[in-house]
């Protein structure tokens, strides 16, 4: 069974730009979750999509932005970039209903704000 | 105050010895899940145990077993005979609030670096 997919691994933009980051969940898996990771912060919860719903969005401005789509897949929107958005952007899965809602991680986009 | 607090920065163990990861969590849900996740240098998480806050038993999976310790609010991981391959970044996280409630977001710890020495 194949995993959580991100794309691109790897993302360099340059100040005020916007970025787009992508994420396939586990088949059968209706639930994103997104979480950025930059040096000295751990990570932090973003934003949680299930059914192509936003359902609850963590401590960021709305410079950060995203969606889903009928096939669950999620995309995560920066835009006017700034330099501390620099971090791993890790994307999550979880099917729920079951009895634990265990999120299975991606290998997470690294973006290089410049 | 912090959600969930691991203490131990860094951490080095010899190969095959047991080790014990440390977590804390504060919460004042009676219903809460626990979750440990390695990240090998590569930066995926990987997740490897899970613990209800109502499982009476300790969670276990394969070399991988959780001390839960519901009224010290610790939750640490045992790994057990310890290879190469378990150098790693180890975080500790918490759901607060019943599956299913809306609740699903992960609180995570600060994480504690493991090094196995051959």
């Known amino acids: 069974e194949a995993g959580v997919t991100q794309s691109p691994t790897h993302l360099i933009k340059t100040r005020g730009q916007q970025a787009t980051l992508r994420c396939s969940p586990i088949?059968?898996?209706?639930?994103v979750y997104w979480y950025q990771q930059a040096l000295g912060l751990g990570l932090q919860f973003l934003l949680w999509?299930?059914?192509?719903?936003?359902?609850n969005r963590g401590n960021f401005p709305p410079r950060f932005s995203g969606r889903q789509f009928p096939n669950y897949s999620s995309e995560l929107n920066v835009n006017a970039l700034e330099l501390e958005d620099s971090a791993l952007y890790l994307c999550?899965?979880?099917?729920?209903?079951?009895?634990?809602?265990?999120?299975?991680f991606g290998p997470g986009t690294r973006l290089t704000v410049l | 105050a912090q959600k969930i607090t691991q203490t131990q920065p860094g951490m080095f163990v010899q190969e095959k010895e047991a080790v014990t990861l440390d977590c804390t969590y504060d919460t004042s849900d009676q219903s809460y899940g626990l979750f440990w996740y390695k990240q090998p240098s590569s930066g995926e998480m990987i997740f490897l145990i899970y613990q209800g806050s109502y499982d009476e038993q300790n969670a276990t999976e394969g070399r991988y077993s959780l001390n839960f310790q519901k009224a010290r609010k610790s939750a640490n991981l045992v790994i057990s005979a310890s290879q190469l391959g378990d150098s790693a970044m180890y975080f500790c996280a918490m759901r607060e609030g019943p599956t299913n409630f809306g609740n699903e977001k992960l609180t995570f710890g600060t994480g504690t670096r493991l090094t196995i020495i051959p």
């Open positions: 999550a899965s979880s099917l729920r209903g079951y009895y634990t809602d265990t999120q299975y």
């Open positions: 999509y299930d059914e192509g719903e936003e359902r």
């Open positions: 088949s059968g898996h209706t639930s």
